[in-house]
Nanobody, 120 residues
Framework: QVQLVESGGGLVQTGGSLRLSCTAS????????MGWYRQAPGKQRELVAT???????NYVDSVKGRFTISRDNAKNTVYLQMDTLKPEDTAVYYC??????????????WGQGTQVTVSS
């Protein structure tokens, strides 16, 4: 089994910053791409940013220039640095990782979600 555990959410004022972390653990052979998604109340889950295991990153347009995704492959951890936060960034943030387990089975794993609330 593989588990993803997130941390770092919270309440922040407009213009503030937060840093999310997500660590994968368990029967891991290799981790592929990692990413962050978010879901606001009444809305569908949307992609925020992804990063390959070689460090190539992509962002949704609404966060470009404000959010930075990074990863530490030695720690099986992905980060999301969120700066200049806006009320519309309020959502539950989920990490997702493509993992090949020790049985060489590849599948997506999701974290439990962490709440980010930006007050105006």
């Amino acid at each position: 089994q593989v588990q993803l555990v997130e941390s770092g959410g919270g309440l922040v004022q407009t213009g503030g910053s937060l840093r999310l972390s997500c660590t994968a653990s368990g029967s891991i052979f290799r981790i592929g791409s990692m990413g962050w998604y978010r879901q606001a109340p009444g809305k569908q889950r949307e992609l925020v940013a992804t990063i390959t295991n070689s460090g190539s990153a992509n962002y949704v347009d609404s966060v470009k220039g404000r959010f930075t995704i990074s990863r530490d492959n030695a720690k099986n951890t992905v980060y999301l640095q969120m700066d200049t936060l806006k009320p519309e960034d309020t959502a539950v943030y989920y990490c997702k990782s493509v993992v090949v387990d020790r049985y060489y089975t590849m599948r997506d794993y999701w974290g439990q979600g962490t709440q980010v609330t930006v007050s105006s």
